[in-house]
Nanobody, 115 residues
């Protein structure tokens, strides 16, 4: 059974940085498509960044130039480096893996940015 476990969230001041990690386990095959989503209170979950085959990346306009998604295949881990954080980045961040028509979600990690 595929499991995704996020870590790295926390409280940071505006302008600061955090790096989120999403460790995947339980899959015989490499999860080639990984995404980071976030959900702020009272808002819908939104796509933040994607990485496909470890090379192709895509970002939401709100985070372009500030966030970077990457992966370490040896560790089966995907990262989200978040710089120049803003209070509006406050949300629970989730990673999602897509494999063989199925999708898998982590439990989420809270990111809070104070002004």
């Amino acid at each position: 059974q595929v499991q995704l476990v996020e870590s790295g969230g926390g409280l940071v001041q505006a302008g600061g940085s955090l790096r989120l990690s999403c460790a995947a386990s339980g899959s015989r095959f490499s999860i080639n498509a990984m995404d980071w989503y976030r959900q702020a209170p009272g808002k819908q979950r939104e796509l933040v960044a994607s990485i496909i085959t470890g090379v192709l990346t895509n970002y939401a306009d709100a985070v372009k130039g500030r966030f970077t998604i990457s992966r370490d295949n040896a560790k089966n881990t995907v990262y989200l480096q978040m710089n120049s954080l803003k209070p509006e980045d406050t949300a629970v961040y989730y990673c999602r893996g897509r494999l063989g028509g199925n999708e898998y979600w982590g439990q989420g990690t809270q990111v809070t940015v104070s002004s």
